[in-house]
C-alpha cells in the first residue's frame, strides 16, 4: 500500500511555482522520496528522488522536511504541458516494484 | 534520451483469445517491470524480471500471464486466455543497473481493449 498522502488535486497558473506536497509521516530512514507524474494516459515520467538533503534537477526541485515526514515538488515556472497527475512514492532504492498511490492532479490554467 | 518502446500502441482483441504485448526496453538496463492500469484507476505493478527470471509478481499476474525476454532485446508480457477485465494500459518500464537508486522509465503503453 501507498505510505503517501497527497491532496487529489490542485490548480496552478501558467508561469506561478506549482508547489505540490506530500505527507510520509511513516518514512523509514534508510527510504527516499521519489516523484513521478503522468501526462494523461501515459507512461509514468520520474522527476526527483532525495533522501533528506533538498534536491534539483531540470525539472524541478524537492523539498524534504528536516524530521522527514513532509516534502514538497516545486514546478518553479508550470506550463500547460505540466498538466498531468503527480505521484509521490516512498522507497528503498532497490530495483522492486514501484506502488502508486492516486496522486495530485495538477491542472495548469492560462 | 534513450526511450522505452511499446508496441503495439492499441490493441483490440477478443475475449479467451491469446495477445501479446512487446517492450523494448533501454539497451544497459537489466531491470525490466510490467504494469497495467484500468481505466480511471491506480497504476498497479504485474511483475518484476531480471536476468531470465521473474523477481516478483502481483497476485495479478496469475497463470494467465507469462513474461519472456525471448532476444536479449525484447522484452513481452503474454496474456494466454483474455478477459474483459483485462482491458487496461500496460507499461513497460526498465531500470538501470546500479545502485537502484535512479528512477524507472516507462514506455508509452498499449491500450488493450478485450471485446
Known amino acids: 500500500d501507498a505510505k503517501t498522502t497527497q491532496p487529489p488535486s490542485m490548480d496552478c497558473a501558467e508561469g506561478r511555482a506549482a508547489n505540490l506536497p506530500c505527507n510520509h509521516s511513516?518514512?523509514?530512514?534508510?527510504?527516499?522520496v521519489y516523484w513521478y507524474r503522468q501526462i494523461h494516459s501515459q507512461g509514468p515520467q520520474y522527476i526527483i528522488h532525495g533522501l533528506k538533503n533538498n534536491e534539483t534537477n531540470e525539472m524541478a526541485s524537492l523539498i524534504i522536511t528536516e524530521d522527514r515526514k513532509s516534502s514538497t515538488l516545486i514546478l518553479p515556472h508550470a506550463t500547460l504541458r505540466d498538466t498531468a497527475v503527480y505521484y509521490c512514492?516512498?522507497?528503498?532504492?532497490?530495483?522492486?516494484?514501484?506502488?502508486f498511490g492516486t496522486g495530485t492532479r495538477l491542472l495548469v490554467s492560462p | 534520451e534513450p526511450e522505452v518502446t511499446q508496441t503495439p500502441s492499441h490493441q483490440v482483441t477478443q475475449m479467451g483469445q491469446e495477445v501479446i504485448l512487446r517492450c523494448v526496453p533501454i539497451?544497459?538496463?537489466?531491470?525490466f517491470y510490467w504494469y497495467r492500469q484500468i481505466l480511471g484507476q491506480k497504476v498497479e505493478f504485474l511483475v518484476s524480471?531480471?536476468?531470465?527470471?521473474?523477481?516478483?509478481k502481483s497476485e495479478i499476474f496469475d497463470d494467465q500471464f507469462s513474461v519472456e525476454r525471448p532476444d536479449g532485446s525484447n522484452f513481452t508480457l503474454k496474456i494466454r486466455s483474455t478477459k474483459l477485465e483485462d482491458s487496461a494500459m500496460y507499461f513497460c518500464?526498465?531500470?538501470?543497473?546500479?545502485?537502484?537508486?535512479?528512477?524507472?522509465?516507462f514506455g508509452s503503453g498499449t491500450r488493450l481493449t478485450v471485446v
Open positions: 539497451s544497459n538496463h537489466l531491470y
Open positions: 512514492i516512498v522507497r528503498v532504492p532497490s530495483f522492486q516494484k514501484l506502488v
Open positions: 524480471f531480471y536476468n531470465n527470471e521473474i523477481s516478483e
Open positions: 511513516t518514512i523509514s530512514g534508510n527510504e527516499y
Open positions: 518500464a526498465s531500470q538501470e543497473p546500479g545502485t537502484g537508486d535512479y528512477g524507472y522509465t
